[in-house]
């Protein structure tokens, strides 16, 4: 199926539209889905899902059109996020590059560190715009911890769920404890020495709940806590910095600093703060309409944005994690 232009008067004074898409109509595919409808300089074009009816359901909220056929629904648009289950990510993600379009993957990037790294080679020599979806980088920014001109020496990171069967195509570690591995390494730039772990499996084939320490060449000590089988949600972490901490509550969006240093108690009422992930998918919107080959500082929200090396390294960690914990 070929796709209709947009009407040429869109571009008449004015912000030439961008066509998106969203590959997955899951409930995190409608968080994207909800949050380019809002964009002025985005036409939300496309959704796909191999369910035509979850596809169409989704689409038709937003005036877009609905594939069950991947091909078709690349051919049409410019860019894409992909939220369709973990483990299909690379599989996706991989046709839309090689058709040389723009790409938003939630995390992980893929199941496989050899996957994640032909992404990152692909996006580069296509010259392509490629985030991963790494947004709790957002809360960071927002607080100004990325600010702090201190490394930490302790990380302390807690994330739990009740069970749910939605994402039970991967481990909690990539489900869930990713998104705590990728916020140590965003504020540590050294390599993991030695990592050790242990889990269990409840609900299937994959590690329901994990324990993790995970060491640094610079010295810093990560403790990775996940579960998906808890009886209550929670998100914490502590850092530890040589001259004080800082605890925070990603849930109630609170956060307790003995540190010296300025941290914004706000944050939560500010743009990035409320609405993360609308934040970073501007970032990515305004990095494609730079064409950089991975998000630039020259879109606001760029830097902030998780890159395909950010990515490779969250999982590279990510799955010496289950190795180590036995999944």
Known sequence: MSWRSPPSGLEAGMTKLLN????????????????????????????????????????DRYGAEAF???????DGIEALSVTSPA????????????????????????????????????????????????????????????????RPVLVEAVRRSPFSPRNGDVSCVLDLMIHDID????????????????????????LDEVRAEATFTSGLTAIFNASRIAEARERRMRIVFPSGEVEIDF????????????????????????????AALRGFVQ???????TPRPGAALAPTLARPTDGVRALDLALAVEQAAGG
């Open 287 to 293: 990095a494609v309409r730079d064409r950089g080959n």
């Open 183 to 206: 916020l140590a390494l965003a504020l540590d730039a050294s390599d993991p020495l030695a990592v050790e772990a242990d889990g269990r499996t409840t609900h299937g084939p994959f």
């Open 68 to 74: 069950d056929a991947l091909d078709a629904f690349i």
């Open 251 to 278: 849930l109630t969006r609170e956060f307790k600093n003995a540190t010296p240093f300025v941290l914004d108690p706000s944050f939560a009422e500010t743009a990035v703060g409320k609405d993360p992930l609308g």
């Open 87 to 150: 483990s299909t990510h690379a599989a996706v993600a991989k046709k839309a590059a090689q058709a040389g379009r723009h790409l938003y993957v939630e995390k992980p990037l893929a199941t496989t560190v050899e996957d994640a790294e032909g992404l990152a080679a692909l996006a580069a020599s296509q010259g392509l715009t490629l985030a991963v979806g790494h947004q709790e980088r957002m809360v960071f920014q927002a607080m100004g911890l990325f600010d702090v001109p201190e």
């Open 20 to 59: 998106l898409g969203v590959a997955g109509a899951g409930v995190f595919g409608g968080y994207h889905a909800g949050q380019y409808a809002k964009m002025d300089d985005v036409r939300l074009a496309a959704v796909y899902d191999p369910q035509l009816d979850r596809a169409k359901a989704l689409a």
